[in-house]
């Protein structure tokens, strides 16, 4: 399903209850064509931020609280980056698996 940003601009204006309909059969399309195996961590995620925004009904503070929970998940991602080789050796560990790690060290770092 695709659909252009002016329409569903009218759309949300015009019959919010179709509007809200036509996204969610969207987002359930996008979720649907994730890997199997994470189609339920996709699931949950929406629903989570479905609850978190369900609580703000001003259009500006519901639009303040997404870039909120965005920059929080891109916080989130800069951190797991930075602290990538923790995360593969504790996989590791746990996995009792071998790999190899590679370093990504400024060549000032040597």
Known sequence: MKYDFDYLKNLYIEDPKKFKEITGA???DVINSAREDQREIYRAKQWRLDHDLSKVHDPIERMNRMVSIFWKGVNEFVTVTKNLDCVVKTTVKEDKASCNIVDFKK???D
Do not use: E, V
Request: proline share 0%.
């Open 26 to 28: 969207m987002i359930d």
């Open 107 to 109: 060549k000032s770092d």
